[in-house]
């Protein structure tokens, strides 16, 4: 191979490997941008952060599948209720990692309970609990999330 060959690949490896990083960062970051907006309570800073094709591969009785159309509209609608419901929310990190595009992360959650949750009429509750996700990311938004909430652990902190 000669030296400008050389210098060419070099070149190209290196914007490969500094792409790479960038959406490694981008994956790094979502478990801050995700907690911030929910405890700010910015909704619209929080549906920025997903694309518009995003897929949800989590199912529960809490978030029934849906089609992948509203699967954007169908979580932010979801996190809404949970920002509304609840006084004071906060939501920290408790444990974050990310190895290139994807990232995962435990969750802590608190908050008084001030509005209709789960179908249970407020109680003035402060509720703690913790979900873990795993996020894809491309181009800094969320494009696919696989996880599981403490639902049940809601559900007996509400009815107390």
């Known amino acids: 191979m000669d030296r400008r060959s050389l210098l060419v690949s070099s070149l190209f490896a290196g914007a490969a490997l500094a792409a790479g990083e960038a959406h490694a960062q981008d994956a790094a970051d979502i478990p801050k941008r995700f907690a911030a907006t929910l405890s700010a309570g ?3 800073a929080f549906a920025a ?3 518009d094709d995003y897929v949800n591969h989590q199912v529960s009785a809490a978030a029934p599948a849906r089609a992948s159309a509203f699967a954007k509209q169908a979580t932010v609608s979801f996190f809404t209720q949970r920002v509304e419901a609840l006084a004071h929310l906060r939501v920290r990190i408790e444990a974050s990692l990310a190895q290139g595009d ?5 969750f802590r959650y608190e908050g008084v309970h ?3 949750y789960y179908g249970v009429a407020p109680t003035g509750r402060k509720l703690r609990f913790t979900s873990c996700d795993i996020f894809k990311v491309v181009d800094g ?5 696989w996880g599981m909430g403490d639902i049940a ?3 007996a902190q509400l009815k107390g």
């Open 42 to 44: 910015d909704m619209q």
């Open 114 to 116: 001030r509005a209709v």
């Open 102 to 106: 994807l990232c995962a992360a435990s």
């Open 141 to 145: 938004k969320i494009v696919e999330h």
């Open 49 to 51: 952060l997903f694309a």
């Open 153 to 155: 652990g809601v559900l």
